[in-house]
């Protein structure tokens, strides 16, 4: 899931915390450990995050000190910490000026 550029403003619409682990609770889980909302948050100030080849977030900078945090290639999130995460769903919004 790759974001290159974002033609459409994105807004969350639901939040929920995951009962179980996925690929997409360990994004949400590197990404908010280091301050970040979701990857579309990251993508605006320092656009795609580095990646390890099976698509698992490898470094990302922390947000409110600009340092570097590096991830390993594999599970990160434990059980017990799945109750920190936040599930968006979001609704799509195009923004005028852009076809």
């Not at 915390?17 to 605006?44: A, C, F, H, I, M």
């Not at 599970?75 to 076809?99: A, D, I, S, W």
Request: proline fraction near 4%; glycine fraction near 4%.
């Amino acid at each position: 899931k790759y974001i290159n550029s974002i033609r459409d403003k994105v807004k969350p619409v639901k939040l929920w915390r995951p009962n179980q682990w996925s690929e997409e609770v360990e994004e949400n889980y590197r990404l908010q450990t280091v301050g970040w909302k979701d990857v579309y948050e990251y993508v605006e100030v320092y656009g795609e995050p580095e990646r390890w080849p099976n698509n698992y977030i490898k470094c990302l900078r922390v947000k409110k000190t600009g340092y570097y945090t590096y991830w390993e290639s594999q599970r990160e999130c434990k059980q017990k910490f799945l109750n920190r995460v936040k599930m968006y769903e979001y609704e799509t919004v195009k923004c005028r000026g852009h076809k």
